[in-house]
Each structure stands twice: as C-alpha cells, then as structure tokens.
C-alpha cells in the first residue's frame, strides 16, 4: 500500500504572528448594535437626568422640579422624586402629589411626554436632592438593569 500523503499539506500554512508581539484584533462594533444601544432606557435615563438638572439649575431654593403627564385624559401633576429605567425600554418617574400621595409612571421609552414644571418645595430646610441619582445608593447595584 503507498504512503499517502497527509492531507495538511494541501491546504496552506496559517501565518505566523509569534515575532509580532502583543497583538490584539481590534473591537469593531456593528452599526445595528451601535444604534440599538443608543435606543436603550439607560441612554433616554441618561439625557432625561441633564435635561431634567438643568432645569433644577433654573429654579430658586424655594422651588423644586415638577411633571405634568401630558398623555393622559387629565391633569396629572406631581413632585419629581427619582427617574428610574429597566433597559431595554421602561423608563419610570417617581415622586408625590401635592396631597403627598406616591405615584409612580412606569412608560415606554417610545411614550415619554411629559412637561416638567415649576412647583413650590415641599420642605425647604432639607437641601434639593438631584433626580436620578441618590449618592447613598451609588455603591450599591441590586439590579444591573435598574437606577
């Protein structure tokens, strides 16, 4: 019986890169999944909050920021207390009606409309708390999906 050759040796040789050092592929990210992520609750949380701050930074001590559900068939204000999100498209607003009642608006991304408001602070002795970020819970991560 003849020797018959080993089959490896019809296909080419892979290169070596032994001598090039530390060499990595680089990471290119797909534009599908560039655009996907950039429609994720996180990203609208993300520019809610500095649109939100930066109208805080308008208001005087006395006033603190206020929401005005415009999508629904009445009037529907409340005290803004915390702006939450569940990726990949809940956002949640948080807060107290003027009767001190909890309310909490759980929406998709695609719904948001809201008018934020100027409203008189509730307790002024207590400095303003910014929305969407509370320092004693910044260590913490219950929910990687939540804030």
């Known amino acids: 019986m003849p020797d018959t050759p080993d089959p490896s040796s019809y296909f080419p040789k892979p290169p070596d890169f032994s001598g090039m050092g530390d060499f990595r592929i680089p990471n290119i990210k797909n534009a599908l999944v560039t655009n996907a992520e950039a429609n994720y ?3 609208f949380h993300r520019r809610l909050v500095k649109r939100i701050a930066d109208f805080d930074a308008s208001l ?3 006033h603190e920021v206020g929401i005005r559900l ?3 068939g009445q009037t529907v204000i409340f005290h803004l207390e915390d ?4 990726n990949p498209s809940l956002i949640t607003f948080s807060g107290k009606t003027d009767a001190g009642d909890p309310v909490e608006l759980i929406q998709h991304v ?5 008018l934020l408001m100027k409203l008189p602070r509730k307790d002024v002795s207590t400095p303003k708390r910014r929305i969407g970020f509370d320092p004693e819970e910044a260590g913490k991560d219950d929910d990687a999906d939540t804030k």
Do not use: P, R
């Open 83 to 86: 702006l939450g999100y569940w």
């Open 70 to 72: 415009v999508s629904f």
């Open 41 to 43: 609750a996180s990203e």
């Open 60 to 62: 005087d001590s006395q």
């Open 110 to 114: 695609s719904q948001i409309s809201i």
